[in-house]
């Protein structure tokens, strides 16, 4: 069992940047693969990007391919996605989440979910 914190969301002027950070709880943390999605208002889930389970591989959305990046310590439990030169478009709520099986960009893959952090680029 892996139970997922997310902070660091906000509000950030178009161009600036956030850090957002999942915690995790369990010993087996590092074997999981993570993910980030994310969800604006009245549209679906979207993938966001992923991290292999000791960090040495990522991947990323086309949407914030350049911007945004992935990272984890695996000592302290954590995950973070570094966003970069923010847009309105990414104006969303955000979640991390763990899979069991190989990172993907499906969000049917992934077992474990937080409850989400809000971040808010104004136009």
């Known amino acids: 069992q892996v139970q997922l914190v997310e902070s660091g969301g906000g509000l950030v002027q178009a161009g600036g940047s956030l850090r957002l950070t999942c915690a995790a709880s369990g010993r087996t943390f590092s074997s999981y693969p993570m993910g980030w999605f994310r969800q604006a208002p009245g549209k679906e889930r979207e993938f966001v990007g992923s991290?292999?389970?000791?960090?040495?591989?990522?991947l990323y959305a086309d949407s914030v391919k350049g911007r945004f990046t992935i990272s984890r310590d695996n000592a302290k439990n954590v995950v973070y996605l570094q966003m970069n030169s923010l847009k309105p478009e990414d104006t969303a709520v955000y979640y991390c989440?763990?899979?069991?099986?190989?990172?993907?960009?499906?969000?049917?893959?992934?077992?474990?979910w937080g409850q989400g952090t809000q971040v808010t680029v104004p136009s």
């Open positions: 991290i292999s389970s000791r960090g040495s591989n990522t």
């Open positions: 989440a763990a899979t069991a099986g190989a990172f993907s960009r499906e969000s049917r893959w992934y077992i474990y």
